[in-house]
């Protein structure tokens, strides 16, 4: 049987980027450095030494880089704004100059018919509130609500489409947990911390957009939500999903749609933090203003099982035995959903897709948005200089066929973002790892849309899978 997946009118055909991975320019039109400026050039920390001091130079190609989204077709583009170039020590004023950059993005988009989704935080704080603590003070919220406000009244008569935080989970459980992201601090207390006053922020965020913006403006947030699955049904592998189902899931989801932390998420972290004294009056009610849209990021299904029940297995625990990004659930043991797995040694599983979002749909009854999908692989480029990915296109053809199976399952899908429109820096591993779907050659910063990316127009042309 052949299934035609179809898509609905008005569906938003995007690529996604953030601002510290492509940018480069860091220390252009005023702006000073973020915790990935100062992680990326602390040794051991990025692979290969790398740094995004140049990226790939959007900053200075962006009109060719709009003009390369305008020939795929894409309807739409989600990018990050630098809190640092906008406003570059965290406090006071907005930089004009900063803000100039984006309103030339911004325009060059609407002039090709691209519809701008900006994305206010993909984790660049600026370092010096990183010194006065970080996102584990309470401060931070206050700090990024300010920020909001700014980039909201320069922008806001441009950009309709906003999110506040893009992957809260990375920022405080890799950032402040396991380390391996900026700031680097490991300290599951601070890690616990932090995700609070991201929630905090996030709902602070939330208002001062309201605040700025006119009425139909649409607010949302990006979470990377972990499509867990217990390894087997003993009792023990069902806790051990639990236990990440709260810290991975719920501790964001729980405040931000239900106004409440789960009893369960509590209980399981008590020892590390006084959540009572962590969570002040007024914050629930603050944290789940509502907004517009939820945006999932996904990548591939989480697979758990207690310590005890891996003990003969292969484990894939993701933070080589480093300090943990999990608090409470320290003794987790992860697994690979299967064996076929891209260049990052991630399973590649469309179900955990087409779930989340009809879980998602469920629980919060909110338009979806798909903000992040995506692959790394090792793109082969040939002699005439024509970059061929066809594992790339199917991985995107396999996860847009399970986003078109969750929209006939009921889930309110408004559009899809694929990671990345260009290769970029990508994070810890450097550009090691390219998952664009336009290549670029790092001695050169020379543009080649690859063989997905010529897929990627013509499904967006058609409208359809086929
Ligand atoms: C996301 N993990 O990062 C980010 O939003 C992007 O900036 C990034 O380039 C993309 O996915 C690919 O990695 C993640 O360890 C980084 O679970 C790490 C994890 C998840 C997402």
Redesign the pocket.
């Known amino acids: 049987m052949t299934v035609s997946h179809t898509f609905p009118a008005g569906f938003a055909w995007g690529a996604?980027t953030?601002a510290y991975?492509i940018e480069g320019a860091v220390t252009e039109g005023g702006r000073t450095p973020s915790i990935w400026d100062t992680f990326s050039h602390t040794p051991g920390k990025v692979a290969g030494g790398d740094t995004g001091d140049t990226a790939v130079d959007h900053y200075h190609r962006f009109r060719e880089d709009v003009r390369l989204m305008a020939e795929l077709g894409l309807t739409a583009y989600r990018f990050s704004l630098s809190w640092p170039r906008i406003q570059p020590t965290g406090r006071g004023p907005a930089v004009e100059r900063g803000l100039d950059f984006y309103r030339a993005l911004v325009d060059e988009l609407l002039e090709h018919g691209i519809t701008p989704l900006a994305t206010l935080y993909?984790?660049d704080l600026p370092q010096e509130l990183e010194s006065a603590g970080g996102w584990p003070v309470r401060d931070t919220a206050y700090r990024f609500a300010d920020y909001a406000a700014l980039a909201a009244e320069a922008l806001g008569d441009r950009v309709s489409s906003w999110t506040t935080l893009?992957?809260p989970?990375?920022s405080a459980f890799?950032g402040y947990g396991s380390g391996?992201?900026a700031p680097g601090r490991t300290d599951p207390a601070d890690a616990l911390k932090a995700a609070h006053h991201l929630n905090l922020g996030h709902g602070l965020a939330v208002g001062a957009l309201r605040a700025a913006l006119p009425r139909t403006a649409q607010l949302a947030v990006?979470l990377?939500l972990?499509a867990v699955r217990p390894h087997s049904s003993h009792p023990d592998d069902l806790e051990a999903a639990r236990r990440i189902d709260a810290v991975g899931n719920r501790i964001f989801t729980g405040p931000m749609f239900h106004g409440r932390y789960d009893e369960d998420l509590l209980a399981d972290t008590a020892h590390l933090v006084k959540w009572d004294e962590l969570v002040h009056d007024g914050d629930l009610a603050e944290i789940s203003r509502p907004i517009d849209l939820l945006g999932l990021?996904y990548?591939n299904p989480t697979v758990v099982s207690s310590a005890e029940n891996a003990k003969d297995l292969p484990r894939h625990d993701?933070h080589g035995g480093g300090p943990s990004?999990w608090p409470g659930a320290e003794d987790v043991a992860f697994h690979l959903a299967n064996d076929n797995v891209t260049a990052?040694g991630w399973p590649i599983d469309p179900t955990g897709l087409s779930d989340s979002l009809l879980a998602m749909h469920r629980e919060f009854g909110l338009p979806l948005l798909v903000t992040?999908n995506?692959a790394?692989f090792e793109d082969t480029v040939s002699p005439d200089g024509s970059v061929h990915d066809p594992e790339r296109t199917a991985y995107v053809r396999d996860h847009l066929a399970a986003v078109s199976e969750a929209i006939a399952g009921g889930a309110d899908v408004r559009g899809y973002f694929l990671?990345?429109l260009l290769d970029?820096f990508?994070?810890a591993?450097g550009y090691e790892?390219r998952?664009g779907i336009i290549h670029v050659d790092y001695d050169t910063l020379a543009r080649t849309p690859k063989t997905s990316a010529r897929w990627y127009a013509d499904v967006i042309r058609r409208g359809t899978l086929g």
Do not use: I, T
């Open positions: 996604a953030a991975q993909h984790w893009n992957e989970w990375c890799l391996v992201h990006s990377n972990h990021n990548y993701g990004p990052m992040e995506g790394a990671w990345s970029n990508e994070w591993y790892k998952f």
